[in-house]
């Protein structure tokens, strides 16, 4: 437009200068416009394109791992080989950060409670978690199980264990931690300061894994003679591990152990094998169901994987049985005595689950 | 809970500005045979104005008000076993933009006594969320409906030289942050402290 004649002779020279401020601020937004479509059709500089190579080798290295190493795709009735054409066009698709969403997508086909994956420097990101964990996460609060004692209870050094007497002489004890070897080094003392009482209850509800070596710490505690461990398979072969010896202190009195849906790997391994012995007995309701399980040796049998773009993806290796030789990967482990706890009752203050254990002692140290 | 106080306030002619730091930390909180960790901080600062002195009991009253920005974190944390994907601990923390008024009656030239009452009014909060649980934004901002950080205290100060004076009083507050799965921290406490003028 600019300054034209017309506006000369019809308007003067004031509204020539409005005409040019006027033109002068469209052509601001005309090249901020043109700025903004340039930038946009470079999208491609700044986000990584569809087919991107690094993409496509994460992709490839995810499916052959769990093809190579994943125990469970025929118990599970995945049909691998179908997904690889479906999840490689996702990847081509993807762009940027889409990519992390089909990978994602990828690992949750497994429905594994056990896989994640983890971004460089990132935390770990778990795509499925069982049905029975959510269902209950809210029926076991430390709090409301505080309410059924009279002094506080005592907290390990490592945090990963609490313990205490209640009102009735029974012994209390919750897990929450089966990693590294904190138990190897509290559960002597624990066991030791509850020696005296009637009966212990072993609490497990919401436990998420950890080591053999800590569920061999616990078990040592209630057996006079060495016990067998289930059986356990690593990259399909059946690996033999050394029995169960006990240790001191030996402790004789009734066990209970309590489970819920929340407890899981390691905590289910533990109840699988107290459950095996006369005095324990497991109340609750059935637990998680994550029977994946992996080793450092030999190193191929390690679950974490890293990708080829320093993703992190873990992928069991091997498994443990039950005793009767099923899989408890997705079935659980089951109680002897299904007593359910709701969300509704914890939060009113009642542990039904615990109230049962404490009158299941008394009655068997009654009947004695 | 022990909670240390330290403050520096300078007069202008036209108005008083101050700053205001305390830290408070136990670990004997008990209740119900659980016990817990709180930590928590407060720095505030701000800016007093005089407003027309009255008079009270036929002693001399000067009132001031003024707005402060505030800003408070608190910490939770149960003694509690957790495992390495759970976590007992809570925290928040409020930056605050508000409302003061500071009342001084003057008994005689060395006995004062003082009363202070502050109320945040737009708040930017920040809370712990359990991603598992639901998507909530961690970071919100609030009005005094949903994030209240208020106090009020009264106390007596006396003037032991010129430029040294000691103060004894009680002090009230209260934190309500009900904009997540709600938090309401109160607290009171007997406040001794030693003022000096320079």
Redesign the interface.
């Known amino acids: 437009m600019g300054t034209t004649n017309i506006g000369r002779r019809l308007f003067g020279r004031r509204y020539h200068l409005q005409i040019l401020t006027i033109f002068m601020k469209k052509l601001g937004t005309i090249f901020l416009i043109t700025i903004f479509g340039c930038l946009s059709g470079c999208r491609d500089i700044y986000v990584n394109p569809a087919g991107y190579d690094e993409n496509l080798a994460d992709f490839e290295a995810t499916w052959n791992r769990i093809n190579d190493v994943y125990p469970f795709l025929k118990f599970k009735n995945i049909d691998w080989d179908a997904l690889y054409l479906v999840y490689q066009k996702r990847t081509q698709e993807a762009q940027g950060d889409e990519f992390i969403q089909v990978l994602n997508d990828i690992l949750a086909e497994l429905r594994d409670g056990h896989i994640y994956f983890e971004m460089k420097g990132g935390a770990q990101i778990y795509p499925w978690y069982p049905a029975r964990y959510f269902k209950d996460?809210h029926t076991y609060d430390?709090?409301v199980v505080?309410?059924y004692?009279?002094?506080?209870?005592t907290?390990?050094e490592s945090?990963?264990?609490?313990y205490g007497i209640l009102p009735q002489n029974i012994g209390y004890i919750?897990?929450?931690?089966f990693?590294d070897d904190y138990l190897v080094h509290e559960f002597p003392t624990i066991v030791n300061s509850l020696i005296n009482t009637g009966g212990i209850i072993i609490d497990i509800r919401?436990?998420?894994g950890g080591t053999s070596q800590n569920v061999e710490a616990v078990v040592s505690h209630f057996i006079q003679e060495p016990l067998a461990w289930p059986k356990f398979f690593l990259l399909d072969q059946s690996i033999v591990i050394d029995p169960i010896q006990p240790k001191e202190p030996f402790y004789s009195n009734p066990v209970i152990v309590l489970v819920n849906g929340s407890t899981f790997s390691a905590g289910e391994i533990c109840t699988e094998v107290l459950k095996q012995l006369p005095a324990v007995t497991a109340v609750g309701d059935t637990t998680g169901g994550g029977g994946v399980a992996s080793s450092g040796n030999p190193p191929e049998a390690r679950g974490e994987y890293i990708l080829p773009s320093g993703k992190l993806i873990y992928i069991g290796t091997g498994y443990f049985e039950k005793y009767d030789g099923q899989p408890f990967e997705w079935v659980g482990i089951l109680p002897d005595i299904r007593i359910v706890n709701t969300s509704e009752e914890i939060e009113n203050g009642i542990d039904k689950q615990l109230e049962y254990a404490i009158q299941f002692i008394t009655l068997e140290n009654c009947n004695r | 809970m022990l909670q240390y106080y330290v403050g520096w306030a300078r007069e202008h002619n036209k108005y008083v500005y101050r700053l205001n730091f305390s830290y408070g930390f136990s670990d004997q909180i008990?209740n119900?045979?659980?016990?817990t960790e709180i930590t928590q901080v407060f720095l505030t600062q701000g800016f007093l104005y005089p407003l027309r002195d009255k008079k009270l009991f036929s002693k001399e009253l000067n009132l001031f008000i003024g707005a402060s920005t505030d800003f408070i974190y608190f910490l939770n944390k149960?003694?509690?076993?957790?495992?390495?994907?759970?976590f007992?601990q809570s925290h928040a923390a409020m930056l605050s933009v508000g409302l003061n008024a500071d009342a001084i009656l003057r008994i005689s030239n060395k006995f004062h006594v003082e009363s202070a009452l502050s109320t945040s009014i737009l708040s930017f909060a920040f809370r712990s969320v359990d991603n598992?649980e639901d998507n909530e934004s961690p970071a919100k901002l609030l009005t005094l409906i949903k994030g209240l950080n208020s106090s009020f205290d009264l106390g007596v100060r006396y003037f032991i030289l010129n430029k040294l004076s000691i103060k004894a009083g009680y002090e009230f507050m209260l934190l309500n942050i009900s904009a997540w799965e709600p938090l309401t921290l109160a607290g009171d406490y007997l406040v001794v402290g030693i003022i000096y003028r320079f």
């Open positions: 996460k430390p709090f505080r309410k004692f009279d002094r506080e209870l907290v390990t945090g990963s264990a609490e919750f897990l929450s931690d990693h919401q436990r998420r | 008990k119900n045979n659980a016990r149960p003694v509690v076993a957790v495992d390495g994907f759970d007992s598992e």
